[in-house]
Structure formats: structure tokens, C-alpha cells
T-cell receptor, first 112, second 111 residues
Framework: NAGVTQTPKFQVLKTGQSMTLQCAQDMNHNSMYWYRQDPGMGLRLIYYSASEGTTDKGEVPNGYNVSRLNKREFSLRLESAAPSQTSVYFC???????????FGPGTRLTVT | SQKIEQNSEALNIQEGKTATLTCNYTNYSPAYLQWYRQDPGRGPVFLLLIRENEKEKRKERLKVTFDTTLKQSLFHITASQPADSATYLCALDTGFQKLVFGTGTRLLVSP
């Protein structure tokens, strides 16, 4: 079992470029999440998907879109990257909401 | 406003001692509270979950308490080891189907 995988591990973008962060889990979990982590701010929820076919906004959704492609995969898209989106992005999954979450290794994104 | 507070200063203790980390919250009424460990450059790893009707939960050298009156959770590591050095995050449900994480407390255990 790979658990939660994320690609890419590192990415540098120029302001205005777009990209998609990929996340997949092989634990048959229903719920998936995208967080960003910034120094001194902790983990902040961007979007989540309680179950396949549903997505909802978290605390900081502006500038992002998500797709729950199937039960395994949940992608995060930046349509027009901004320096304020420089961060470490984590994907997580859980069997059900409020159960323990399993995190991926993270994507370190720099926007110049 | 709603807040979760963890001590932002690092906690330094000697090997073998008990480490106690604090998580305080205001304006939440969580049904669950969770603790995670995060090592540098890695994703958080789940440690323990405690429900509002549970006062205490244990797992090996770890113990968590949850006082809904004080709005506080304490996380204890007994017989601490240098390998326990990491950042520890608390997280609680907000009642709106979302978890909110604290900023974490860094623990340093010296030999």
C-alpha cells in the first residue's frame, strides 16, 4: 500500500502560469482534502471532498479549483498562480469525515 | 472569533522525562480532537483521537486528555526519547464538517 501519493514533489511557477497538483490514495477512503501549510499559519483547508462526486470549500479556497476524478483521485488546480500561493500543499484522506486523516508527502510550490 | 492555540515556543526536555503539550481552543464545541506528529519535510502522521465524552486516551507512551469545560487538551509523552523530537499538531472538528489544525508545538528531546 502506497497510502497517499502526491505529484509533483517540487514545482516552480511564474506568476500567471497554471498547474494541477495530483493526489491519489489506495486505502478506499471516502473523504479527501487539500491543505496548504505556511510558516506560523499551520495547516489550512483549501477544499475537501466528503465522498466521490462532492466537493466543498474550506477556509482558503480563492484561487483554487478541485476535481474529485474518482474515489481514488483528487486534484487541485491553480488557474493563474500568484506569489501568495507559494506554500507546501498536502493532500489527505480519511475513511469518513472526522476520522483520522492520512497525509501525503506534500508538494513544495514556489511562485515567482 | 474561533481560535486554536498551541504553544509556539519549542519545548525542550531531557530524555526520560515526560513531555506535556497543550492545545487550547475558544468558541468551538468539538465532538472530536486529534493529535498528529509532523517531522520536517513530511506530512503529518495521525497519533490519537479522543471524543468529547472521553476524558483520557492512551496509546503506548502517549496519553491525551480532553477537558471540554476548560476547552483544553493535554498531550503527554512519557519516558521521552530523542526520536520523539518533532512538531505536534492538535486538530478539532468545527461542527461544520471540517477539521481545524493548530499551528503546532515543536518538541526537542535531548539525550
Amino acid at each position: 500500500n502506497a497510502g497517499v501519493t502526491q505529484t509533483p514533489k517540487f514545482q516552480v511557477l511564474k506568476t500567471g502560469q497554471s498547474m494541477t497538483l495530483q493526489c491519489a490514495q489506495d486505502m478506499n477512503h471516502n473523504s479527501m482534502y487539500w491543505y496548504r501549510q505556511d510558516p506560523g499559519m499551520g495547516l489550512r483547508l483549501i477544499y475537501y471532498s466528503a465522498s466521490e462526486g462532492t466537493t466543498d470549500k474550506g477556509e482558503v479556497p480563492n484561487g483554487y479549483n478541485v476535481s474529485r476524478l474518482n474515489k481514488r483521485e483528487f486534484s487541485l488546480r491553480l488557474e493563474s498562480a500568484a506569489p501568495s500561493q507559494t506554500s507546501v500543499y498536502f493532500c489527505a484522506s480519511s475513511a469518513l469525515q472526522f476520522h483520522e486523516q492520512y497525509f501525503g508527502p506534500g508538494t513544495r510550490l514556489t511562485v515567482t | 472569533s474561533q481560535k486554536i492555540e498551541q504553544n509556539s515556543e519549542a519545548l525542550n526536555i531531557q530524555e526520560g522525562k515526560t513531555a506535556t503539550l497543550t492545545c487550547n481552543y475558544t468558541n468551538y464545541s468539538p465532538a472530536y480532537l486529534q493529535w498528529y506528529r509532523q517531522d520536517p519535510g513530511r506530512g503529518p502522521v495521525f497519533l490519537l483521537l479522543i471524543r468529547e465524552n472521553e476524558k483520557e486516551k492512551r496509546k503506548e507512551r502517549l496519553k491525551v486528555t480532553f477537558d471540554t469545560t476548560l476547552k483544553q487538551s493535554l498531550f503527554h509523552i512519557t519516558a521521552s526519547q530523542p526520536a520523539d523530537s518533532a512538531t505536534y499538531l492538535c486538530a478539532l472538528d468545527t461542527g461544520f464538517q471540517k477539521l481545524v489544525f493548530g499551528t503546532g508545538t515543536r518538541l526537542l528531546v535531548s539525550p
